[in-house]
């Protein structure tokens, strides 16, 4: 079975290694989307690599077996193209698990939607940004 999962990975961090490796325990084959610097900047309002950059370090991991940019105008672009057996969203993506079905039914593409709901914490970007932030304020050489 073919599993295809998405992220920004704009900061990749412990939360997305978690993420990817519930995905791939849903099948045989892990697909990651890297979303592009368009919908990065749009959803997280900062870029920090780029799109090429991103995809080569999530197809360095070993349970990632491809790595793909995303599309700015289609999601369901890189679907079509991938034909997965099941879509992996994580618990803090917003895409609407009804609303992905339905356009996947409309589009005559087979695939099961999974939201993982299990999540690292305190992992997440927006954490990781708000340490950096403190540490740049008061001068300090560490995050913590």
Sequence with gaps: MRVLAGGTFNILHPGH???LTEAKQLGDELIVVVASDNTVLKRKGFLLASADDRRLMVGSLKLVDKAVVGSDLDFFKIVEIEEPDIIALGS???HSEEELRRELKARKLNARVVRIKKRLDPYSTGSIMEKIKKT???GS????
Excluded: G, H
Aim: proline share 0%; hydrophobic share 55%; net charge neutral.
């Design 17 to 19: 290694i978690f993420f």
């Design 141 to 144: 050489t560490t995050i913590s």
């Design 136 to 138: 740049a304020v008061k």
């Design 92 to 94: 803090d993506q917003a």
